[in-house]
């Protein structure tokens, strides 16, 4: 009988040190290599150095796609990833908007521990020049969230000839 209470207090004892970690005791979501800019595309990839060429680091243009790119590491499934684009310096001319982007992905391959996010954004072409702000907001099954800022500059498209 001695070794059955034995047993209930030391299953008691593994229960209690199991579920003593909390939620508050999870680290939030990390984000790293947080990128903005032109968006590329995966076509005839025979070198490493292909995305650098298509992919214009902190510059987007009006009428294309613009690249949002981010490893995340979370230590609860994450529920949501959100992308907030604004602009809070520019003045439209005429025939322009201020542009503002706002999306909660909850696909499938976002709610992991671990996530790749690649998002390919329209920016409509008639959306205001000047700068914009990407915010990034990462949040967990623990409740714990993690925000990134990013900026780029929306230009207008210089001529560029690709004949090689």
């Keep these: 009988m001695k070794t059955n209470y034995s047993k209930i207090i030391?299953?008691?004892l593994v229960a209690i040190f199991i579920f003593s970690c909390s939620k508050e005791d999870i680290l939030p979501p990390e984000i790293s290599n947080f990128e903005v800019g032109g968006a590329h595309h995966d076509e005839?990839?025979?070198?490493?150095?292909?995305?650098?060429?298509?992919?214009?680091?902190?510059?987007?243009?009006?009428?294309?796609?613009?690249?949002?790119?981010?490893?995340?590491?979370?230590?609860?499934?994450?529920t949501s990833i959100t992308i907030d684009i604004h602009s809070d310096e520019i003045t439209p001319a005429a025939g322009e908007v201020v542009w503002e982007f706002e999306q909660?992905?909850?696909d499938q391959k976002y709610l992991v521990l671990n996530a790749e996010l690649h998002e390919?954004?329209?920016?409509?072409?008639?959306?205001a020049l000047g700068e914009y702000h990407v915010i990034l907001t990462v949040t967990d099954e623990a409740g714990n969230s993690t925000t990134e800022e990013e900026h780029f500059d929306l230009e207008e498209e210089e001529d560029h000839d690709h004949d090689e």
């Design 10 to 12: 030391l299953t008691l």
């Design 104 to 106: 909660v992905y909850t």
């Design 120 to 127: 390919d954004i329209m920016v409509p072409a008639n959306a």
């Design 44 to 78: 005839d990839h025979d070198d490493e150095d292909h995305d650098d060429e298509d992919h214009e680091e902190g510059i987007g243009h009006p009428g294309e796609e613009l690249h949002i790119g981010a490893d995340i590491i979370a230590y609860s499934k994450i």
